[in-house]
């Protein structure tokens, strides 16, 4: 896929981690692929703001990993990189992380959790990540309204989605 944003990484990010996107003229499918064996590593050095997504995603798809670059994460608007940590552990991952990486493994008997309480810390970005776990797992999320400081219309949509 062809774009000017960053976002646009996140097609390579797929296909290595078991999905393929492509543009369509009704917008973006995602359609299973055959992921990249191993763990997973990623420098997210030049799209920091897509970490916790795509390693959120990485990890209920059952693949562990390294992100590096993730040096501004907690300097955001929650502490974004000890976040993502606190919930892959809740998830069941087991985690390791330095001042700007992480790692997470995914234990073949991971917690299914009956029901996730994820705190969004008044965070946009966050609240996106708690929207991927949902579709996995039941959630109750605190602080979900902090989507409207750049997609106020996301739950509505999100809700027609799933």
């Known amino acids: 896929m062809k774009a000017v944003q960053g976002d646009a990484v996140c097609a390579q990010w797929g296909g290595e981690l078991g999905f393929a996107l492509s543009a369509t003229p009704e917008g973006i499918v995602a359609e299973p692929a055959v992921p990249l064996a191993g763990p997973w590593s990623v ?45 892959l552990r809740l998830l069941g991952c087991s985690v390791t992380q330095g001042p700007d990486w992480i790692r997470w493994e995914v234990s073949d008997s991971a917690v299914q959790p009956s029901e996730l309480e994820l705190d969004c810390l008044g965070d946009h970005r966050m609240a996106f990540c708690a929207a991927l776990v949902s579709l996995r797992f039941p959630v109750h999320i605190h602080g979900g309204e902090a989507v409207s400081k750049s997609f106020p219309e996301f739950w509505e949509q999100f809700g027609a989605f799933r």
Not at 45 to 51: E, M
Not at 62 to 73: D, F, K, M, Q
Request: no cysteine.
């Open 43 to 87: 420098d997210f050095g030049a799209q920091p703001d897509l970490a916790m997504p795509a390693i959120i995603a990485a990890a209920l798809l059952g693949r562990g990993g390294t992100a590096s670059g993730l040096h501004t994460l907690n300097a955001k608007e929650s502490p974004r990189l000890d976040a993502t940590a606190d919930w």
